[in-house]
Structure formats: structure tokens, C-alpha cells
């Protein structure tokens, strides 16, 4: 087997057998798309939050690297509203197409998960919290591509009663 089959296998297995049993546990008025695109929310927040740190732990000593960080900040804004216009596509009765179309994103952000976690580790001082916040920003980030990429349950219907039903039960016949 060659090395992109072991990632699509891992990708597949992820999503399958990881994901979407927790997005079916999920309640019915709050669907996997809606969990995923909460995780998003979150990864820009804690990604905001980094970015302030590293303000407030150098100062203005380095506003390039501020300036820089704030322009992919504003990319993963842009992300995040990308991604909400996707709604739509995703129905119960067809298969998702975010599947396949989020695929490199997802494979991308896999690899870098163990990375910013070992950044975050070996940091020390001033820079150790906003690495840590870059660390979740990342993991909740690849968790909710994971989440939003999950086939969406079909609605529960209930079942068609008629009246006699309904009075048969009520007499205990």
C-alpha cells in the first residue's frame, strides 16, 4: 500500500469510525454541520486570542509579525464565512459533498496538530500562552472540519396515527 492509501484510510476511519458516531449522538436540532461550524468559531477565537497574546507578551516590538499573523487571522475569518455559505449543499437525503471537497484541508490539518502541540511544550515564558492558544485554535479547528464534513442524519419522522389509535389506547383495549 502506498502512503496517500494509508492517509485516505486514515481520513475515511476518522470520519466513520470516529466522528460520525458522535455526530449521530448529536441532538436532532443541532446537526454535525452546526457542531462543526461551532469548533470553527471557536478555532478563530482561540486563534484571535493568540494573536493578542503575542501583542501583549512583545509589544510593539515586532508589529510585522503582528501585522502578518492579524492577515491570516482575516484568512481564517474569510474561511469561517466561506464555509457557512455551505450550508445548503448539505442535505440528509444526498451524501455530503464536503467530504470530499474538504479532503486536503482535512489530511493538512492532521500533521499539524502534533507540531503546535510540541511548540506549545517546548515554549517557555512569555511565548508558552500564546502557543497553547494556538494549540487548541488548531485542534478545535481540524475537529470541526471533521465534524462539518460528517453525513447529516435523516429527519426523524414519527409515526402516522389515526384517531381510533389514539382512543383504543386511552381505554386500554
Known sequence: ???????????????DEVCQPLADKLPESFSAFDMGMSCQLGAVLFSAVSIIAVFMATGFKDIWDTVFNIFVWGLCVSFFIGLGRFRG????????????????????????????IYQAIVSS????????????????????????SCQPRPPYKQSQENIW?????RQGV
Open 165 to 169: 389509535s389514539r382512543t383504543t389506547v
Open 89 to 116: 449543499l448539505v442535505r440528509a437525503d444526498r451524501p455530503n459533498p464536503l467530504r470530499h471537497m474538504l479532503f486536503s484541508v482535512r489530511v493538512l490539518s492532521i500533521p499539524f496538530i502534533p507540531y503546535v
Open 1 to 15: 500500500m502506498k502512503f496517500g492509501q494509508y492517509i485516505i484510510r486514515l481520513d475515511d476511519w476518522l470520519l
Open 125 to 148: 515564558g512569555s511565548s508558552s500562552t500564546p502557543a497553547w492558544f494556538d494549540a487548541f485554535s488548531n485542534i478545535v479547528f481540524a475537529v470541526g472540519l471533521y465534524f462539518i
